[in-house]
């Protein structure tokens, strides 16, 4: 069965940065387009990037020019480059098989002073 296993999350400053992981198994990891998504305390799902099989990426507009989402098809693994984060990305972070909608287990990044 489809497995989703997220890393990479913390406690960071303001400023700061991280590059979360998502390892991928039980399907073929290279055709499938995969997605990062979030969810704020109080707050629903928010999607944030995508990465086609291809490599081909699309940002929602609030992370666009500051987030990268890239792709190791050799690893089965998906990554999300997060510069400069702040207070606003605290979040528990998903990585998303899209075609069946599968989510890891997160992990949570939390920017604080």
């Known amino acids: 069965q489809v497995q989703l296993v997220e890393s990479g999350g913390g406690l960071v400053r303001p400023g700061g940065s991280l590059r979360l992981s998502c390892e991928a198994s039980g399907f073929v990891f290279r055709v499938h387009s995969m997605s990062w998504v979030r969810q704020s305390p109080g707050k629903g799902l928010e999607w944030l990037a995508t990465?086609?099989?291809?490599?081909?990426?699309n940002y929602d507009h609030s992370v666009r020019g500051r987030f990268i989402i890239s792709r190791d098809n050799a690893k089965n693994t998906v990554y999300l480059q997060m510069p400069n984060l702040n207070v606003g990305d605290t979040a528990v972070y998903y990585c998303?098989?899209?075609?069946?909608?599968?989510r890891g287990q997160g992990t949570q990044v939390t920017v604080s002073s």
């Open positions: 998303q098989m899209n075609q069946m909608g599968t």
């Open positions: 990465i086609t099989g291809d490599g081909t990426t």
